[in-house]
């Protein structure tokens, strides 16, 4: 007889059990994934895992939640393993009894462990051969059961199970066996991962085609179709034949990149984040490629490129060498993040700072002539020079003494305190680099040299790049005006491409501002620039430093950064470039074409320049005057003037300019020997260019042909100027008749000095030495 007391004491112990379960299920207790290493997963933005590496027990394993693992691949396994996986608490002591009698009466062996179990050999590492080490499996089975909703006993069983080899989990191996995430596998491929585990062994690396196998899957899919309404679809699915991919094949994308996240960022549960976008990725690789294949028989067998998102910095490809396998180029060595000479891929922000401190705008007349720096004398890299050239032009032909001028003329900031405050890393003393930093006597990072070009599309904003798609994009820090900014990118966008045919112009949707650079001994070429939304920086080059008159930055890197761009067009089809729209601080005005000034009256042709009101240097051109002629001398006259006095327009060019005319084939007309009443400018005194100041010359005795050079550059009025040696005469120069040789009769202090026939004059204190 069931007594009150009986019932209560009944009562008491089914809730005192349902308490305890209940403190058991919900009092603090760690994720089954926290017992088990990870793998690090490094995924793309577009959703493509880069790279796996192995976790700390030497296993594939990335841990999936279940929602993002296929239902048709849980169900097959569920068939498979544990059809009552809902209803039991831990154990089947059906399924257990029956294994039980197989086994020991002799029968096949069946296995009775429940997925609970399972998880609880793998989670213990329990060896259940022994009847003790089954019951200690039995008990934790049980416990897992109390602590751990079925859900998330399941998404862990799912997550260890063995695969064969050291791939655990459907995670690994659905992307090492099928290259897909397990949400995407189809129900063939789920029936083929449920059946894996039951010989691990035997399966990994290779498809399965035993007749065992075979057998197994076929009998899955027959329980999954009956299960399911046996549909046409998921039957033709079921039956198709399933090739298995191998470790061979595992996700390895943008590997330098790769290397460098995990290198330099702690793993947030086994996954990094990244920006790079997998197809455009696979697409500068694919050109890279193509290129060095084409330019091998040029010794062209190397090359980087960086691709960056001017919209948000993120970094959406990046490639450090043409074969990361490669011994022979050095293949692993990341070429985006080594230290580089950059040529003249610095010109820019030199004219950039140049616009932003008033020393010229983009039609300012600037000497690409002859000229000495103290001791620097640069020359142009094809060893000509252009003479009167505007700075847009200058920067486009890439000429290198308008670029150390303009760098001359630089203030707060220089060009080397401009390369700091944008961050580039690692710089000697300036003094160390004088005037050559600017055509490339420093040394930057692909990632620099894309932060830096970035910044002219960005307003002049520098903000760091971005790998990781959590980071805050920066506000930036100004380093130049929008006015500068945009004006050096506009100059940039009308440098030509390279190729002339032009044929792939009609698909080019987006403006390429671009610049080449080439460093010295030909040991590195470049080509940097904006591509629509884009950065693009392209290297080539050798990583040992060896050179090669190959690595010519227009004719070996820029090509191929104009392959990666036409690609870029094409691939991003809805993409649009951000207008370029001027800031409210740039305006246009007319000048002189051949002054770069405002025109006077007697100016034959203007043209239209970007102008930064209180910032731009403008004055009214004197380069074109009329002057009056005497018929009769040919002299110019002076008023009153006679009736028959005629009136001419003459150019007015500095003795240089008229002389590298005059080399180059095209003398200028001069006008006549100018009477005292037409008075000169006194700003076109004469400036020496040699001797050079704090110079000591040294002379040989038994050298007599050793001289000093007297060159100087007159005003565009002069005739003739007469060179002193204090107050003795060495001789007189036409002005377009070059420099004058010189070799003083003593050693010690000379004061050399100059007046041209204005009467404008400048001296300087040369020291001489003699030899033996």
């Given at each position: ?429 300036e003094s160390h680099y004088g005037l050559a930093l600017v055509l490339g006597g420093g040394e930057v990072t692909m990632e620099e040299l894309a932060g830096l070009y970035a910044m002219l599309g960005s307003n002049g904003l520098l903000r760091s790049l971005r790998v990781d798609p959590a980071s805050r994009l920066e506000d930036g820090v100004r380093v130049l005006s929008p006015e500068a900014a945009f004006v050096t990118l506009d100059m940039l966008r009308r440098n030509p491409r390279p190729d002339q045919d032009r044929a792939v112009l009609p698909h080019a949707r987006w403006p390429v501002a671009w610049k080449t650079g080439t460093s010295w001994g030909f040991r590195d070429a470049w080509s940097a620039g904006m591509v629509g939304p884009y950065v693009l920086i392209v290297w080539i080059g050798n ?49 002189c074409a051949d002054s770069g000034e405002l025109p006077n009256a007697h100016c034959p042709r203007t043209v239209e320049t970007w102008y930064i009101p209180g910032k731009s240097p403008i004055r009214v051109s004197q380069l074109h005057r009329m002057v009056a002629i005497d018929p009769r001398t040919g002299r110019g006259a002076c008023p009153p003037y006679a009736a028959d006095t005629r009136f001419e327009v003459f150019e007015f060019w500095p003795s240089d300019m008229l002389l590298l005319f005059k080399q180059a084939g095209m003398p200028r007309r001069v006008a006549p020997p100018l009477p005292a009443c037409v008075a000169g400018d006194q700003s076109d005194a004469p400036r020496m260019a040699s001797p050079l100041r704090n110079v000591a010359y040294t002379l040989r005795h038994s050298a007599p ?68």
């Amino acid at each position: 007889m069931i007594t009150k007391r009986r019932v209560r004491w009944v009562v008491a112990t089914i809730t005192l059990k349902l308490i305890v379960l209940a403190m058991l299920r919900w009092s603090p207790h760690a994720p089954i994934a926290d017992r088990f290493p990870l793998s690090t997963g490094v995924w793309s933005a577009d959703g493509e895992l880069l790279r796996i590496t192995r976790s700390a027990d030497d296993q594939y394993r990335l841990w999936m939640p279940l929602a993002q693992i296929s239902p048709a691949l849980v169900d097959a396994f569920l068939l498979k393993e544990d059809r009552w996986f809902y209803w039991h608490f831990g154990v089947n002591p059906i399924a257990l009894g029956r294994a039980a009698f197989r086994s020991y009466t002799g029968g096949t062996r069946q296995g009775g462990s429940t997925l609970t179990m399972q998880l609880a050999r793998l989670t213990y590492r329990l060896n259940t051969r022994t009847p003790a080490g089954k019951l200690r499996q039995i008990a934790l089975a049980c416990w897992l059961e109390a602590r751990y909703p079925k859900e998330e006993l399941l998404e862990a069983y799912l997550n260890v199970v063995p695969f064969g080899a050291n791939i655990q989990g459907v995670g690994a191996a659905s992307r090492i066996y099928f290259d897909k995430s397990p949400d995407r596998v189809s129900l063939g491929e789920a029936l083929t991962l449920a059946v894996i585990p039951q010989r691990p062994s035997a399966h990994a690396g290779r498809t399965p085609s035993t007749t065992s196998f075979l057998a197994a899957r076929a009998r899955l899919g027959s329980l999954w179709l009956a299960e399911h309404g046996n549909l046409e679809t998921d039957r033709r699915q079921a039956e198709l034949p399933i090739v298995v991919g191998t470790r061979v094949a595992m996700p390895w994308q943008a590997p330098h990149f790769v290397d460098a996240m995990l290198s330099t960022r702690t793993p947030r549960a086994g996954r990094i984040d990244t920006t790079i976008d997998a197809g455009l990725q696979r697409l500068v690789e694919r050109q890279i490629q193509r290129h060095v294949t084409q330019a091998g028989a040029r010794g062209i067998h190397n090359a980087s490129a960086l691709l960056v998102d001017v919209r948000d910095m993120s970094v959406k490809a990046w490639v450090g060498s043409a074969d990361y396998w490669n011994e022979g180029i050095d293949g692993q060595v990341n070429g985006v993040l080594a230290k580089r000479s950059p040529g003249s891929t610095l010109k820019p922000f030199v004219y950039g700072l140049a616009l932003d401190q008033g020393v010229l705008h983009p039609q300012t007349i600037l000497r690409d002539a002859p000229t000495s720096f103290g001791p620097f004398t640069p020359e142009n890299f094809d060893g000509r020079f252009a003479g009167p050239i505007s700075a847009e032009q200058a920067l486009i032909r890439s000429r290198n003494i308008p670029a150390v001028w303009a760098s001359m003329q630089l203030k707060q900031p220089s060009l080397y305190q401009f390369l700091q405050s944008a961050g580039v890393r690692d710089l000697k003393e300036e003094s160390h680099y004088g005037l050559a930093l600017v055509l490339g006597g420093g040394e930057v990072t692909m990632e620099e040299l894309a932060g830096l070009y970035a910044m002219l599309g960005s307003n002049g904003l520098l903000r760091s790049l971005r790998v990781d798609p959590a980071s805050r994009l920066e506000d930036g820090v100004r380093v130049l005006s929008p006015e500068a900014a945009f004006v050096t990118l506009d100059m940039l966008r009308r440098n030509p491409r390279p190729d002339q045919d032009r044929a792939v112009l009609p698909h080019a949707r987006w403006p390429v501002a671009w610049k080449t650079g080439t460093s010295w001994g030909f040991r590195d070429a470049w080509s940097a620039g904006m591509v629509g939304p884009y950065v693009l920086i392209v290297w080539i080059g050798n990583f040992d430093g060896a050179g090669n008159p190959a690595f010519v930055g227009v004719d070996a890197a820029a090509p191929l950064f104009f392959r990666i761009a036409d690609a870029l067009n094409l691939a991003r089809p809805a993409e649009t470039a951000p207008p370029s729209m001027p800031p409210p601080g740039v305006s246009r005005v007319a000048v002189c074409a051949d002054s770069g000034e405002l025109p006077n009256a007697h100016c034959p042709r203007t043209v239209e320049t970007w102008y930064i009101p209180g910032k731009s240097p403008i004055r009214v051109s004197q380069l074109h005057r009329m002057v009056a002629i005497d018929p009769r001398t040919g002299r110019g006259a002076c008023p009153p003037y006679a009736a028959d006095t005629r009136f001419e327009v003459f150019e007015f060019w500095p003795s240089d300019m008229l002389l590298l005319f005059k080399q180059a084939g095209m003398p200028r007309r001069v006008a006549p020997p100018l009477p005292a009443c037409v008075a000169g400018d006194q700003s076109d005194a004469p400036r020496m260019a040699s001797p050079l100041r704090n110079v000591a010359y040294t002379l040989r005795h038994s050298a007599p042909q050793d001289t000093i050079t007297l060159e100087a550059h007159a005003g565009a009025d002069v005739q003739q100027v007469f060179w002193f040696d204090g107050g003795a005469l060495i001789g007189a120069r036409r002005v377009t008749d070059g420099a004058l040789p010189w070799r003083p009769a003593t050693s010690g202090m000379h004061l050399i000095r100059i007046v041209d026939d204005r009467g404008r004059s400048a001296d300087r204190d040369v020291e001489v030495r003699f030899t033996p």
